[in-house]
């Protein structure tokens, strides 16, 4: 599998390190379902999937990528700072 | 107490380590290094590379050259200026680390150096995806790596110190198994 980083362009997938599926973080502080949700509970999708990886022996950006599961097929990356935009 | 004076030293003797097939491998001379970290805002650290060093401040991948000068771009948010003491006013724009000694430099040269560096390096070396002048930080044998092409046969290659032997040992094995296969 490759990966495109917004600044380095296609590398090969040993530059890279999964950081975990790319949730929306609960408010608040109080526990509850949501945060149940959010820290244990994992959808593991036949498809599109939106994942963070960081271009770790590259230029040290974390990445917010979709890809689809079935075919490896990358259907967008960008930076994670500022949120993916 | 006594004084104390530190003195920065290359991590490997300098000169060629093997020149085989036409193709050389040899240590560079310690050089000055400066990492420039401008933080969000770059715009402040462009203008005083410019005023200071005759610098433009490089573009992901790429490298700019001054007389004596160099500068590296070095990861999301990171520049290597290379050859001179980073003037003061870059402190003013940007986080300044000195990495003199913290990096081994050697440079790849001669017409199998390409394919040498394919054997070790996951990046696609082909001139027309990497031209000279490119640079990219990249992995090499499972090393964290900086990568910058010299010239139409020529690579310069970045390790931490730390790794340089590693660096040295990689090099020279995979250039004999190139060698060995003759003029391709």
């Known amino acids: 599998m490759r990966l495109t980083c917004p600044l380095c362009g296609e590398r090969d997938l040993r530059e890279f390190t999964y950081r975990g599926a790319a949730l929306t973080r609960p408010e608040g502080e109080t526990w509850g379902d949501d945060w149940h949700d959010y820290i244990h509970l994992r959808d593991n999708p036949a498809g599109e999937n939106r994942e963070y990886w960081a271009h770790s022996t590259g230029c040290a950006a974390v990445l917010l990528v979709t890809r689809d599961t079935r075919t490896h097929e990358v259907l967008g990356s960008a930076l994670a700072k500022g949120g993916g935009a | ?184």
């Open chain 2, 1 to 184: 107490m006594p004084e104390l004076t530190l003195i920065a030293q290359n991590a490997l003797p300098q000169g060629v380590v093997t020149t085989l097939a036409g193709t050389r491998v040899e240590v560079l001379p310690m050089r000055r290094l400066s990492a420039l970290m401008p933080g969000p805002d770059a715009g402040p650290l462009a203008e005083a590379l410019m005023a200071q060093h005759g610098l433009g401040l490089p573009a992901p991948g790429s490298v700019e050259h001054a007389e004596q000068a160099e500068c590296l771009w070095f990861g999301i948010g990171q520049y290597l200026l290379i050859g001179p003491a980073p003037a003061p006013d870059l402190a003013e724009a940007a986080t300044l680390t000195d990495q003199s000694d913290a990096w081994a430099s050697v440079l790849l040269e001669g017409p199998r150096a390409r394919h040498v560096l394919a054997r070790l390096c996951p990046l696609d070396l082909r001139a027309r995806a990497f031209a000279p002048g490119a640079t990219a930080r990249t992995e090499l044998a499972h090393m964290g790596a900086s990568v910058t092409r010299t010239g139409p046969d020529g690579f310069r290659v970045m390790v931490f110190r730390s790794m340089a032997e590693t660096l040295l040992h990689e090099l020279r094995a995979a250039l004999e198994a190139v060698a060995a296969r003759g003029m391709v």
